[in-house]
C-alpha cells in the first residue's frame, strides 16, 4: 500500500465525492427510504417459494429477461416500437445513461431531485448542474430551465415525477415546454407512480422522451429491479453498455411472480395512501409544523427554524428512523421527510414528534 498515490491512481472526480450513506436501521421503525411496510400472506410466500424451486441457480440466467420484460412491456401498454432495458435498480439505469455520453457532456435536473443524478454524473466526470425548483410549491421554474437548456443543451434531462424528496408532481404543461426545448433526452423517473393517481408519461415514451420506473417501492426493494421504456434505437444503444447477466434468476423470477399477483400489491398501495392523506392531516395540525401534499409513499416537512437535526435525533431516540433533508440545504433546510408506514407505525413516529417539539 505504501507504494501506491491514491492521489494519481483514482480519477479527481471520484475522490472528491463522498459514498452515499445509508443509515443502520437495525432496532428502529424504518420510515426513512420509501419502502413498503408491508409483507406477505404466509399462502403467497408459499406459492413463492414453490415458485423458486425451479429457478436453476447453477445457470446464468436469461440474459435479456425475455419473460418478465414482455410482462412489464404488457402491463404498461407499450407498443411494439418501444423497448425496455432492465437494470439492478434504477440506479443502474441512471448510470448507463450517463456513461453512454460523451466526455464532457451537460446533464440537467432540478434542485432538490434525487441524488443519485449528481452523484453519478459527478463520478464519471460529467457536468451535471440543477435548477432549483420554486420556493413556494417545489414546482418547476419554467424560465429557469429553459435558459439551462438554452446555456448548456443537455444531453440528458433528468425530471423525478413525482419529485423526491419533495413528493409532489410537476406541470404538466411546464414538462411538455421542457420536452420541446430539448434537444437530448428527458428521463421522466416515475419511481412513485404507483401511488400518484395514474400521473403518468408512459403513453408518451417515443422521440426524446423516456420513462424510467422501478418495482421498489411497490413493495419489492429487496430485488432491485429497475426498466426504463423508450424507442427501439436508443434503448439498442443503451443494451451495449449493459453488463450481461444484470438481472439475476431469482430477481426475475420473483418478481414475475410478484407481477402476477399485482392485485396484492394494489391493495397495499391503496392503504399507504389512504395513510398519507391521515398523516398529512395530523402533521398540518400541528404547530410549528407545515407539512407539503404528496403524491408519493412519503411526506416532506418543515420543522421550526433550525430544529430539525435536533428533532430528527430525538426522534430517533425513540425508536423511529426517519429522514434529515436538512443538511442539503437550500430548499430543504429545516425539513425532515418521513415514509409513510403501517398505521401503527405513523402514529408511533406522531407520537415521538408531538413529544419533541
Known amino acids: 500500500m505504501s507504494k501506491l498515490n491514491l492521489q494519481t491512481l483514482f480519477r479527481p472526480e471520484v475522490l472528491a465525492l463522498s459514498a452515499y450513506h445509508v443509515a443502520n436501521a437495525q432496532g428502529f421503525i424504518k420510515l426513512d427510504a420509501m419502502e413498503n411496510p408491508y409483507t406477505w400472506s404466509d399462502e403467497l410466500k408459499q406459492s413463492w417459494l414453490a415458485r423458486l424451486n425451479d429457478c436453476a441457480i447453477n445457470r446464468y440466467p436469461d440474459p435479456q429477461a425475455t419473460l418478465l420484460a414482455t410482462t412489464l412491456k404488457s402491463l404498461n401498454n407499450l407498443p411494439d416500437d418501444i423497448e425496455l432495458l432492465l437494470g439492478n435498480g434504477s440506479d443502474e439505469i441512471i448510470q448507463l445513461l450517463l456513461m453512454a455520453l460523451p466526455p464532457n457532456s451537460h446533464v440537467l435536473s432540478t434542485t432538490p431531485s434525487f441524488v443519485m443524478y449528481k452523484q453519478i454524473s459527478d ?166 409544523i407545515t407539512a407539503y401534499d404528496s403524491a408519493a409513499n412519503f411526506i416532506l416537512f418543515k420543522t421550526p427554524q433550525n430544529q430539525a437535526t435536533r428533532m430528527f435525533e430525538a426522534i430517533k431516540t425513540q425508536g423511529v428512523l426517519i429522514k434529515n433533508v436538512h443538511p442539503q440545504g437550500g430548499l430543504l433546510t429545516d425539513c425532515l421527510r418521513v415514509t409513510v408506514g403501517t398505521p401503527s407505525e405513523n402514529q408511533a413516529f406522531l407520537n415521538a414528534l408531538k413529544s419533541v417539539l
Open 123 to 288: 463520478s464519471l466526470g460529467l457536468n451535471y448542474h440543477g435548477v432549483s425548483l420554486d420556493a413556494e410549491n417545489f414546482d418547476l421554474d419554467l424560465p429557469a430551465m429553459l435558459t439551462a437548456i438554452e446555456e448548456y443543451n443537455p444531453a440528458v434531462i433528468f425530471l423525478a415525477y413525482p419529485n423526491n424528496p419533495t413528493g409532489n408532481l410537476f406541470n404538466i404543461d411546464a414538462i411538455n415546454k421542457i420536452i420541446e426545448a430539448a434537444n437530448g433526452l428527458v428521463i421522466i423517473d416515475e419511481a412513485y407512480e404507483p401511488f400518484a393517481n395514474n400521473a403518468s408519461f408512459m403513453n408518451r415514451v417515443g422521440g426524446n422522451i423516456l420513462v424510467m420506473r422501478t418495482v421498489s417501492k411497490l413493495g419489492l426493494a429487496g430485488l432491485r429491479l429497475g426498466y426504463i421504456a423508450g424507442q427501439r434505437e436508443i434503448i439498442a444503444e443503451l443494451d451495449k453498455i449493459r453488463l450481461p447477466y444484470n438481472i439475476n434468476v431469482l430477481t426475475q423470477t420473483s418478481v414475475q411472480f410478484s407481477l402476477e399477483n399485482k392485485a396484492v400489491f394494489d391493495e397495499q398501495t391503496q392503504a399507504i395512501c389512504r395513510e398519507r392523506t391521515l398523516m398529512l392531516q395530523e402533521l398540518n395540525a400541528l404547530n410549528g
